[in-house]
């Protein structure tokens, strides 16, 4: 497969590019930032595969024009691809894959790090330290809340949001709430203790954390917004390591600024990676650099199921985790 022309758009860790280089004919990326859309028209015409990340926008107005492209598969480094207009590249008889499974426990960690700064106020106090205010310890400082034995509702019970709730109901003693297109097996929920919601009203009064799972995409866009944020009570936290879209942050903001809601924590964000002045000022909230996924060996695994996707491909077989065209 030597011959096969393979274009990273982004640096991956040193194992996965040297497998990479085993098998194909890659290009790099030396400047390691995301592609212009003139830059993806050239690689289309250019090159056998391209292995985007989230970074890249491949909207559908990067095929216009192209009838015949070189390239012929887009396998995505991450388990989101919203950002890669679907149906555009499966009318140029694109393939795209992903990267299911491998980033599991990392997210799921990462969504509970998040809760646990929200609730011990974690963020606040770093940051005191680190400025050289604090001056010692008193009854009354920085006073947060439990987790043992609260309730967390998770919108979206696919992997991620299983292994989070595993986390919550297992190791925290939480209860758990979820929502989600249908329920789980009953031995799964069983299991778990976890309560199923057939509607965001039955499930978000209810929760003193919530924790968004769900893929990103035009059915999910500003899911959490005004009117469901308004349900959720007073005392409760959002969490979100999902995609940035599905929050409305405009309607997040005003709820934050109006007490609606006690606090948030974000790993994505609506425009990455702009974040509104207005978040970035406030103290009840955790923002993170999307981090879901950034373990050296989940990233790793994630590079390495790329590879596994192509040689599947470009060996005349089907991808283990081809993606249907919407």
Not at 77 to 103: E, Y
Not at 248 to 262: R, S
Not at 274 to 299: C, D, F, Q, W, Y
Request: with cysteine; glycine share 8%.
């Amino acid at each position: 497969m030597s011959d096969i022309k393979v274009l990273l758009t982004r640096h991956l860790p040193d194992e996965v590019e040297a497998a990479f280089q085993e098998h194909f004919d890659v290009s790099l990326n030396p400047s390691d930032t995301p592609l212009a859309d003139d830059q993806w028209r050239d690689a289309l015409q250019n090159f056998d595969a391209i292995c985007p990340t989230v970074t890249d926008n491949i909207h559908a107005d990067l095929f216009q024009g192209i009838s015949s492209p070189r390239t012929r598969i887009l396998a995505n480094f991450g388990v989101g691809f919203n950002h890669i207009a679907l149906s555009a590249a499966g009318k140029l008889g694109i393939s795209i894959t992903n990267t299911p499974d491998v980033l599991t426990d990392a997210t799921a960690d990462l969504a509970m790090t998040i809760l646990l700064m929200l609730a011990r106020r974690a963020g606040e106090g770093e940051r005191l330290v680190r400025s050289k205010q604090w001056s010692g310890w008193y009854p009354t400082q920085l006073l947060g809340t439990m987790v043992s034995g609260k309730t967390l509702g998770i919108i979206g019970m696919g992997r991620i949001g299983l292994a989070t709730a595993q986390r919550a109901s297992k190791g925290f003693g939480m209860k758990v709430l979820y929502h989600n297109r249908k329920p789980l097996h009953a031995e799964v929920q069983g299991d778990l203790q976890a309560e199923y919601c057939g509607s965001l009203e039955a499930m978000l009064p209810r929760c003193d954390y919530l924790s968004l799972h769900c893929p990103g995409g035009d059915a999910t866009r500003h899911l959490l917004n005004a009117d469901t944020l308004s349900l959720l009570p007073k005392h409760a936290f959002v969490i979100n390591t999902s995609r940035g879209d599905v929050i409305d942050e405009d309607a997040l903001i005003a709820a934050l600024q109006n007490g609606a809601i006690a606090g948030a924590g974000l790993d994505v964000y609506a425009r990455e990676p702009e974040i509104p002045a207005s978040l970035l000022a406030m103290k009840n909230v955790v923002l993170l650099p999307h981090l879901g996924s950034a373990t050296l060996e989940t990233r790793t695994a994630m590079g390495l199921r790329v590879l596994k996707n192509l040689k599947a491909f470009f060996a005349g077989y089907s991808p283990p985790d081809l993606v249907s065209p919407r």
